[in-house]
């Protein structure tokens, strides 16, 4: 039996965008840590800020592309805010587009 490896689910996440900003979740630095065991994933990510509206549209669209994935037969999205996000986060080429 195959495995699930973190890169497959980073690249599903990778489908996940912000609606406000237009970039995926990955390349704003929004994905903190993602622990597979066996077929279910566990996702520790942020928000841009703690009064995010799309708080729960986000959540969804993270848990839903993880779970799109053949394997993954269940995703847990834990929400924190430590450490807080910053521009800083981002990947380079999102900081560029937003120089």
């Not at 994905?31 to 841009?48: F, G, S």
């Not at 959540?59 to 839903?64: A, D, H, R, S």
């Not at 993954?72 to 521009?87: D, F, G, I, Q, Y």
């Amino acid at each position: 039996m195959a495995n699930i490896t973190k890169e497959e689910i980073m690249e599903k996440l990778g489908t996940v965008i912000d609606p406000e900003l237009g970039v995926d979740v990955v390349n704003l630095g929004l994905i903190y840590n993602v622990d597979v065991n066996d077929t279910e994933v566990a996702v520790r990510m942020t928000l841009t800020t703690p009064g995010c509206p799309l708080h729960d549209t986000m959540i969804n669209g993270v848990k839903t592309a993880v779970e799109q994935h053949p394997l993954v037969s269940k995703c847990e999205v834990n929400l924190t805010w430590e450490p807080a996000w910053s521009p800083d986060m981002m990947s380079d080429k999102v900081r560029s587009m937003f120089a």
